[in-house]
């Protein structure tokens, strides 16, 4: 039986190695030995394992009584005469070359490389063992279970019997029913609300989605509300309205009829942000119930609605107290009474639109004026088309009575500034010199000003305001018939809002020729929209037009513009210029080709101009911009030569 040897024994079978060796490097291999050598390197490589081919499943090492598990060391005692090579064949074996018989002729080493002192035993005790693993050395092969094969070559590695076999696609698998709900409602998130109704008729699971609340967040059917029949829209509301926060109804008939603006009412009660406005239809009752339940509101836009009187506004007042913009216009069935206490129950009012409401005259519009003074919030109010409201009426707003307090040595009035900064007195005819004069020193923060059909007006007034608004970018003067060039020339162009100013409406104001517009074209920079319909200006404002433009475009340094991707040039100053008398098409002919000149600079500063004019040259005038706007110069330059050559012709 054979008898397991101590460790201290080993040295007595095999020669130490380490004494052999001599002191000198090994020779510099060469041929087939270098070859041999590189191979033996490389099956040592732990990352190339998985490269060899498989191996037969034959071994001289396997056996059927011990089933190749564990090598005994007695074998090696029992043939220590003349079986030292045979050992290190034993102990090498997982870097022979070939698969190795019992009783072959051991392999030639190459220069040492098989000795035990290049690869000491003591590394691979575990190799022969008991109870050691079958599958510690890959030179080895076993007829356990767990290994099926074993790879041969020079990269042999023992293959697990447990191989994971590709799993087959299931053909019925639900990719959209397995996500996240989350992701679903974000993939359909992207989609418009016609798209949604749409998509709701796929299935139930796409019905119950399509119409989840958290879709509909923001609804607005002033969009698709001619597409969506009226039950369907009723579904969206009645399954979104804890959702909607935003809700606009917009021109929506579909909601008008009674029961469907329950629904409505009914469901939405977390609103933010509500308009309402052409829904003419709309129940008072349904209306009270819908501001009452909405506590959160903020912006409200009522415009043009009959249900709307002062009751309204006054529910208004104390349930909305964090409403901030609020429009009113157009609404017949209410008076100042109602606005006055809008205002006194939200504090928060910043945006107010009155347009056409009645009832600004008198003491009750004393009375709102004084409220509009004494809350000192507001940024934006329109009054367009109040046209009873007086020049008494506008000194309240501003400067809290019609004789208020002045300092001693400014010959000011003691009032602190208004914080509006845009003011609509449109179509209010009433008004003169009087109650304009009275908004200078008060308003240092307006930027946008409409006095539009304000005939009383003068150049005295307009010159007063336009030195203390620093901040001054919209002017409309349209049919203000007593405004001259004086205004233009020496005070506008004057002023210090004069190269911040971009919109500037002059039309219909029939006195004002080039010697006011001349002046403040070359003042007013950043001009951007000149309204002079029904003029007397003549071809020398296009000319000196066109010249604003392109050294707005040659400044240093030039502020880069918002150019629209793809663009060849882009309309950065807009001129209307219908009905002037002084206007030729030669002066038009002579414009056209500054135009075409300017896809001669560089990309990002191709500035043009757009131009309304006369409808007979009209079409001309537009082809030319779009072949300008689409880099086509000798396009554009061949209909300036067309065009010229037609309309020489028509004279003849």
């Known amino acids: 039986m054979d008898t397991f040897e101590p460790l201290d024994t080993i040295d007595s079978i095999i020669p130490s190695q380490v004494?052999?060796?001599?002191?000198?490097?090994?020779?510099?291999?060469?041929?087939?030995?270098?070859?041999?050598h590189s191979l033996q390197r490389m099956s040592s490589a732990t990352s190339l394992k998985g490269l060899s081919r498989k191996r037969a499943i034959s071994n001289p090492y396997s056996s059927t009584s011990s089933r190749g598990s564990a090598i005994s060391f007695s074998n090696i005692q029992s043939s220590q005469a003349g079986s030292s090579s045979s050992f290190s064949r034993l102990v090498m074996g997982h870097q022979a070359n070939t698969p190795i018989s019992s009783g072959s002729t051991p392999p030639t080493p190459v220069n040492g490389l098989s000795n035990l002192a290049s690869r000491p035993w003591t590394?691979?005790?575990?190799?022969?063992?008991?109870?050691?693993?079958?599958?510690?050395?890959?030179?080895?092969?076993?007829?356990?279970?767990?290994?099926?094969?074993?790879?041969?070559?020079?990269?042999?590695?023992p293959v697990a019997s447990s191989v994971v076999k590709p799993s087959t696609p299931?053909?019925?698998?639900?990719?959209?029913?397995?996500?996240?709900?989350?992701?679903?409602?974000?993939?359909?998130?992207?989609?418009?609300?016609?798209?949604?109704?749409?998509?709701?008729?796929?299935?139930?699971?796409?019905?119950?989605?399509?119409?989840?609340?958290?879709?509909?967040?923001?609804?607005?059917?002033?969009?698709?509300?001619?597409?969506?029949?009226?039950?369907?829209?009723?579904?969206?509301?009645?399954?979104?309205?804890?959702?909607?926060?935003?809700?606009?109804?917009?021109?929506?008939?579909?909601?008008?009829?009674?029961?469907?603006?329950?629904?409505?009412?009914?469901?939405?009660?977390?609103?933010?942000?509500?308009?309402?406005?052409?829904?003419?239809?709309?129940?008072?009752?349904?209306?009270?119930?819908?501001?009452?339940?909405?506590?959160?509101?903020?912006?409200?836009?009522?415009?043009?609605?009959?249900?709307?009187?002062?009751g309204s506004c006054k529910i208004i007042s104390k349930s909305c107290p964090q409403l901030e913009s609020f429009n009113v216009s157009w609404c017949s069935h209410m008076d100042s009474r109602g606005l006055k206490l809008v205002i006194a129950g939200c504090p928060k009012l910043r945006d107010l639109r009155c347009g056409e409401v009645r009832?600004?005259?008198?003491?009750?519009?004393?009375?709102?004026?004084?409220?509009?003074?004494?809350?000192?919030?507001?940024?934006?109010?329109?009054?367009?088309?109040?046209?009873?409201?007086?020049?008494?009426?506008?000194?309240?707003?501003?400067?809290g009575s019609t004789d208020p307090d002045t300092d001693i040595l400014t010959n000011l009035p003691l009032a602190p500034a208004r914080k509006l900064r845009h003011l609509d007195l449109s179509r209010c005819s009433r008004i003169t010199d009087t109650g304009l004069e009275s908004l200078a020193h008060c308003v240092p923060y307006l930027q946008g000003l409409q006095l539009s059909s304000c005939a009383l007006l003068t150049d005295f007034s307009l010159s007063v305001l336009v030195a203390t608004t620093a901040d001054l970018t919209h002017l409309d003067l349209e049919e203000v018939s007593n405004l001259s060039n004086t205004f233009l020339s020496a005070h506008l162009a004057t002023s210090p809002c004069a190269p911040l100013l971009s919109h500037l409406t002059l039309s219909y104001c029939e006195n004002i020729g080039d010697v006011g517009v001349l002046p403040l074209l070359r003042a007013a920079t950043g001009l951007k929209a000149l309204d002079m319909d029904n003029t007397a200006i003549t071809d020398l404002v296009l000319d000196d037009a066109a010249h604003l433009v392109r050294d707005r475009a040659l400044r240093t340094p030039f502020p880069p513009p918002t150019f629209p991707q793809g663009a060849r040039a882009t309309p950065t100053l807009k001129l209307v210029i219908f009905d002037c008398p002084h206007i030729t098409w030669r002066g038009i002919r002579a414009m056209l080709p500054r135009r075409s000149e300017m896809l001669s600079l560089p990309p990002n500063r191709r500035e043009v101009i757009a131009l309304k004019c006369f409808y007979g040259w009209q079409m001309t005038v537009d082809e030319h911009l779009k072949r300008v706007l689409g880099g086509e110069r000798h396009g554009a330059e061949r209909l300036e030569r067309k065009w010229a050559e037609h309309m020489v012709a028509s004279e003849e």
């Open 123 to 157: 590394a691979n005790l575990d190799d022969g063992g008991p109870g050691s693993s079958p599958t510690s050395h890959p030179g080895i092969q076993t007829v356990d279970s767990d290994i099926i094969e074993i790879d041969e070559g020079y990269f042999a590695h």
């Open 19 to 36: 004494e052999m060796e001599t002191t000198e490097p090994p020779p510099k291999l060469k041929g087939r030995q270098r070859f041999l």
């Open 359 to 399: 009832g600004f005259s008198g003491a009750a519009g004393l009375e709102v004026a004084t409220a509009l003074f004494k809350t000192n919030n507001l940024e934006r109010l329109v009054l367009s088309g109040c046209s009873d409201i007086t020049d008494a009426t506008l000194q309240t707003m501003i400067q």
């Open 170 to 310: 299931n053909p019925n698998f639900d990719f959209w029913g397995s996500l996240p709900e989350e992701l679903r409602l974000s993939v359909l998130s992207h989609l418009r609300p016609k798209e949604l109704v749409r998509a709701s008729i796929v299935s139930r699971l796409f019905y119950s989605m399509c119409f989840d609340g958290q879709l509909w967040t923001c609804f607005d059917a002033s969009e698709f509300y001619t597409a969506i029949p009226a039950d369907s829209l009723a579904k969206i509301v009645s399954a979104a309205g804890p959702f909607v926060k935003d809700l606009n109804l917009r021109g929506c008939v579909q909601v008008e009829h009674y029961n469907r603006a329950d629904v409505v009412v009914k469901s939405c009660n977390n609103l933010i942000t509500a308009t309402l406005e052409g829904c003419r239809n709309f129940q008072r009752a349904t209306l009270h119930v819908l501001l009452s339940s909405n506590q959160r509101l903020a912006h409200l836009n009522l415009t043009d609605l009959a249900a709307v009187n002062n």
